[in-house]
């Protein structure tokens, strides 16, 4: 069972830095370079704020698979260990 529970909390904490990232990419594409999140990070041409925008979009939707995968995978263990034959 210690597997079950630390994958959960590793999916949640997945999801949630994988949803953080995602908003982060799409306030940054909005936003361009001049946005508060543009100046944190220094990105100080358009380019880079559409590259920045795109490569914060793709880890975070990965990130989010991976997630949600893991989160799903956690729930069968569960009910399968819930179970007795």
Request: proline share 1%; with cysteine.
């Amino acid at each position: 069972m210690f597997f079950t529970k630390a994958g959960r909390i590793a999916a949640w904490i997945a999801t949630v830095v994988a949803l953080m990232s995602i908003a982060l990419g799409y306030a940054i594409g909005w936003g361009g370079t001049d946005s508060v999140l543009a100046e944190a990070f220094r990105i100080d041409s358009p380019q880079k704020a559409v590259a920045q925008s795109k490569l914060s979009l793709s880890q975070g939707y990965a990130l989010l698979f991976c997630g949600l995968v893991l989160g799903i995978l956690s729930e069968i263990s569960e009910s399968i260990a819930g179970r007795t034959d």
